[in-house]
């Protein structure tokens, strides 16, 4: 990767972060922390990696994605307003009446989502479904699963891992959000998850743990071939990008002042601003 696509790549990391933002503002509260630590990997997927049509959201052999934490649907709409799925002022009815942004993902409310999502778990043996459907219709499209560490917990992740590597679904990658923490606290205090990248590798996937904001490294692992499905864990902060939602312990969902998303876009602005100097839009 070059130095400008990276740039590039993080011009659209930020952009993304403050649809975020915004999107989270035009509510008043909403879950800012599991969105904002996800944006990095959207930014990859939707800007490099993934073959897709916002012409044509429901094209076949499109690449698709799962976000099985649903409730980061606020970084997700972002992406796909930023991509052309929506107009971008439709960020701005985020959980309102009528609204086609849900607080968690619904694929037939709004353009571009994939799957359903929300009950943690779930979206785990749903995307190993689908990803499986395609092998065996022959298709080349690819599926990529984003998890949740907190989710970690539920026993139905575990299953589908043991599923997509005892049948071999190899068209999948999971990128696993490793942000430490969950809604009620330090994912470690809750339960353990001890070596997650380990855990992975022993239930038959090829795994690997990268800096889960670092773009080229988003790349090199997104990009990456194997003859087994492939597991990324990203080793990421919960409320990247905004220092004041970093540094608050309890940050899986806020609620704040117009005052306080203001200043919380002026960073982000700022920081967008920066880059663009440095040769950085996109």
Same mark, same amino acid.
């Given at each position: 990767?070059?130095?400008?696509?990276?740039?590039?790549?993080?011009?659209?990391?930020?952009?993304?972060?403050?649809?975020?933002? /915004?999107?989270?503002?035009?509510?008043?509260?909403?879950?800012?922390?599991?969105?904002?630590?996800?944006?990095?990997?959207?930014?990859?997927?939707?800007?490099?990696?993934?073959?897709?049509?916002?012409?044509?959201?429901?094209?076949?052999?499109?690449?698709?994605?799962?976000?099985?934490?649903?409730?980061?649907?606020?970084?997700?709409?972002?992406?796909?307003?930023?991509?052309?799925?929506?107009?971008?002022?439709?960020?701005?009815?985020?959980?309102?009446?009528?609204?086609?942004?849900?607080?968690?993902?619904?694929?037939?409310?709004?353009?571009?989502?994939?799957?359903?999502?929300?009950?943690?778990?779930?979206?785990?043996?749903?995307?190993?479904?689908?990803?499986?459907?395609?092998?065996?219709?022959?298709?080349?499209?690819?599926?990529?699963?984003?998890?949740?560490?907190?989710?970690?917990?539920?026993?139905?992740?575990? /299953?589908?891992?043991?599923?997509?590597? #005892?049948?071999?679904?190899?068209?999948?990658?999971?990128?696993?959000?490793?942000?430490?923490?969950?809604?009620?606290?330090?994912?470690?205090?809750?339960?353990?998850?001890?070596?997650?990248?380990?855990?992975? /590798?022993?239930?038959?996937?090829?795994?690997?743990?990268?800096?889960?904001?670092?773009?080229?490294?988003?790349?090199?692992?997104?990009?990456?071939?194997?003859?087994?499905?492939?597991?990324?864990?990203?080793?990421?902060?919960?409320?990247?990008?905004?220092?004041?939602?970093?540094?608050?312990?309890?940050?899986?969902?806020?609620?704040?002042?117009?005052?306080?998303?203001?200043?919380?876009?002026?960073?982000?602005?700022?920081?967008?601003?920066?880059? /663009?100097?440095?040769?950085? #839009?996109?």
């Amino acid at each position: 990767m070059t130095d400008q696509e990276k740039r590039e790549l993080q011009s659209f990391a930020l952009r993304i972060r403050i649809g975020t933002v /915004e999107c989270v503002k035009s509510r008043g509260f909403g879950h800012i922390g599991g969105s904002l630590s996800v944006v990095d990997a959207l930014a990859v997927l939707y800007g490099k990696v993934m073959r897709i049509d916002p012409r044509n959201p429901q094209w076949e052999e499109r690449d698709k994605l799962v976000c099985s934490k649903g409730h980061a649907g606020p970084a997700v709409y972002a992406t796909l307003a930023l991509k052309g799925y929506m107009p971008y002022d439709m960020l701005y009815t985020l959980n309102q009446p009528g609204t086609h942004l849900p607080s968690h993902c619904d694929r037939r409310l709004t353009p571009g989502v994939d799957m359903t999502t929300g009950s943690l778990g779930q979206g785990t043996s749903l995307a190993v479904g689908m990803a499986y459907g395609d092998k065996l219709k022959g298709r080349s499209s690819r599926t990529y699963l984003i998890v949740g560490d907190g989710e970690l917990n539920e026993g139905q992740v575990w /299953e589908a891992a043991m599923f997509a590597a #005892g049948k071999n679904v190899n068209n999948m990658t999971w990128l696993i959000d490793w942000n430490k923490k969950q809604l009620d606290g330090y994912v470690s205090d809750i339960l353990e998850p001890f070596d997650i990248r380990a855990k992975f /590798e022993a239930f038959g996937f090829e795994a690997v743990q990268i800096d889960g904001h670092d773009v080229a490294q988003l790349y090199d692992a997104l990009t990456k071939t194997s003859d087994r499905p492939i597991a990324i864990v990203m080793d990421n902060i919960k409320g990247k990008g905004v220092t004041q939602v970093e540094q608050t312990v309890s940050n899986h969902s806020m609620n704040v002042s117009a005052e306080v998303f203001d200043r919380w876009l002026e960073e982000l602005r700022t920081q967008l601003s920066a880059l /663009e100097a440095q040769g950085g #839009g996109i």
